[in-house]
Nanobody
Framework: QVQLVESGGGSVQAGGSLRLSCVAS????????MAWFRQAPGKAREGVAA???????SIADSVKGRFTISRDNAKNMVYLQMHSLKPEDTAMYYC??????????????????WGQGTQVTVSS
């Protein structure tokens, strides 16, 4: 059974950095599109970043230049490195895989498998 487990969330001050990790089981990260989403209270789930099996990256405009997605094939893990964090980045962050949406729409929440999430809180 496909399983995704996120870690690395926490509370930081604005301008700080965090690195989120997602470990995958029962499938191979490098052969699948992997993505990070976030959801703040009362808001829709938002695609943050995705890395496709061929290495193609999709990054949301709201985090471009501040967030980076990467993967470690040997460890079967995906990371989201976040710099220059802002209070508006506060949300639950989710790892996802099993893309089933339209081509080129990797930041749409059309994924079959989701982790439980890790909370990121940024204070001003």
């Amino acid at each position: 059974q496909v399983q995704l487990v996120e870690s690395g969330g926490g509370s930081v001050q604005a301008g700080g950095s965090l690195r989120l990790s997602c470990v995958a089981s029962e499938f191979t990260v490098m052969r699948n599109c992997m993505a990070w989403f976030r959801q703040a209270p009362g808001k829709a789930r938002e695609g943050v970043a995705a890395i496709d099996s061929d290495g193609t990256l999709s990054i949301a405009d709201s985090v471009k230049g501040r967030f980076t997605i990467s993967r470690d094939n040997a460890k079967n893990m995906v990371y989201l490195q976040m710099h220059s964090l802002k209070p508006e980045d506060t949300a639950m962050y989710y790892c996802a895989t099993g893309f089933r949406g339209a081509p080129g729409a990797r930041l749409d929440p059309a994924y079959a498998y989701w982790g439980q999430g890790t909370q990121v809180t940024v204070s001003s």
